[in-house]
């Protein structure tokens, strides 16, 4: 999906100027806090996953992503899944909760016991598989140029790109298909490309490596 969360390379944006990493708070305001643990609590409801999460920020006016900061946009993609899950209506958004209906709908609420074991575990993405990798280390493969509505993990910037192969990194969950609740595992790929194909201003010396899934990629014409 093309919209306003896929800067990353793209003209006339401006150059990147982050704080430095120790002189930058984790959050600039106690709201920012608050989205970020109702984001992680709500996630272990088990209505969603991450690929939907993501995918349901992007699912707004590119102008509106661009314009937020980047905890409004994860306020944003919550209140749109709450409300397409059928765990809150458009009314409710706007109630605190001692004024909420009570739900009728049976839901597994984790204790903070078992909520930071779900955290310090985490969830492998890697799947089994029978099948065998289209792709092997040294090929040249070009990016699919994607103009799909879904979720995809594929810059823009690389898409009508050639790199090389460097690795085959296994199976992994798809995020095109678990966006959209369906998971399947996709032979994954560390593809090295240069600079200057990625951008024409860039130095000759600059390589960058992209994790990009099988159906990405297609072997790149000789």
Known sequence: ??????????????????EPESKEPVFHAEWERRVFGLTLATGMLGKWNIDESRHARERQDPLAYVENSYYENWLEGLEKL?????????????????????TTESLTVPNPEIAQKILSAGAPSTMGTDSEPLFRSGDSVLVRASEIAGHTRAPRYAQGVIGTVAAQLGCHSFPDSNAL?????????????????????????TEVLIDLWEPYLVAAAN
């Open 1 to 18: 999906m093309k919209g306003g969360h896929d800067l990353g390379g793209q003209p006339e944006m401006g150059p990147i100027n982050p």
């Open 82 to 102: 709450l409300v397409e899950k059928g765990l809150v209506d458009i009314e409710e958004l706007g109630q605190t909760a001692s004024t909420l209906p009570q």
């Open 181 to 205: 609740g369906i998971h399947e595992g996709k032979f994954l790929y560390r593809v090295i490309f240069s600079g200057v194909d990625l951008w024409s201003h860039s130095s000759t010396q």
